[in-house]
């Protein structure tokens, strides 16, 4: 192998994958719910009734990725009737013809809500604990390695498994497209040319690029990256030709059973 080959292998780090619950997503309303309750102490500089009604949005949000499951079609519907809910008195508030937007503040202003700061600090701490229970089951339960030289799956308590590379494509799909927005969640499957899963995982961590971290790469491109790099290694390509019809032969000869590691 060359020394460029060899330096461009070096570059590609290994990558880990860890089943998740959708409780991970509970990390996000624990530190806003932290950075509200540090406004609150400020009362003079932030509105407390602008913070409830700002916290009470975090926690539909949060409740809404952490329930249901939202295809492309609906979260695409979802975001229009959004605008047309918000543009439509945009439009009549800004004519003049009829202030929607100044009525809704009087009303829940007359309400007066608000939330002191240990409130707030306390919805933080139960979130958290949330986050930290998803963290340890999805850090001890299950990990997964794929790096160059193939894919191992390593469970609590049992012995690891270790599958080769050569000839697998990958087939991915957002599991919810909320989720997706918040923290890149899909579903990452490894199959042979004969369309058999090899290994499969359901909710992903940042599989896909998100919005708020767009500078960091996907696991989908690192994952398809070192799958692509099998053809620069020192193998020919007639032999993992060779070896990938030996896989998918034996795979049929297994009778065809679905090793699938998600959750």
């Known amino acids: 192998m060359s020394t460029a080959t060899s330096q461009s292998s070096a570059a590609i780090k290994p990558i880990y994958l860890y089943d998740h619950l959708p409780g991970i997503l509970a990390g996000y309303p624990a530190g806003l719910c932290t950075v509200l309750g540090i406004m609150s102490l400020m009362p003079a500089l932030f509105n407390p009734h602008m ?3 700002i916290g009470l949005s975090i926690m539909v949000v949060w409740y809404v ?5 939202i295809p492309k079609s609906k979260f695409i519907l979802l975001f229009g009737l959004l605008g047309t809910f918000i543009g439509i008195p945009v439009v009549l508030e800004l004519s003049g013809i009829f202030a929607p937007f100044a009525l809704l503040g009087r009303l829940l202003g007359s309400l007066h809500p608000q939330v002191n700061a240990g409130a707030w600090f306390v919805i933080a701490i139960v979130f958290f604990v949330i986050w930290l229970g998803n963290f340890i089951y999805s850090r001890t339960h299950l990990r997964v390695r794929i790096d160059e030289s193939g894919l191992t799956v390593n469970r609590l308590g049992g012995k690891g498994e270790r599958f080769e590379l050569i000839g697998l494509k990958t087939e991915n799909e957002p599991l919810d497209y909320l989720e997706l927005f918040l ?6 499957s490894l199959k042979t040319r004969m369309n058999k899963p090899i290994f499969k995982m359901d909710r992903v961590i940042g599989l896909y690029r998100t919005p708020w971290f767009p ?5 989908l491109a690192r994952v398809e990256k070192i799958l692509n790099s099998q053809s620069a290694g020192g193998v020919s390509a007639q032999d993992r030709l060779d070896m990938a019809e030996q896989m998918d032969a034996a795979a049929e000869d297994d009778g065809g059973d679905d090793p699938s590691f998600g959750s």
């Open 183 to 188: 923290a890149g969640v899909g579903s990452l």
């Open 215 to 219: 500078f960091f790469e996907s696991k």
């Open 65 to 69: 990725a952490f329930r249901f499951n």
């Open 51 to 53: 913070l409830f009604w």
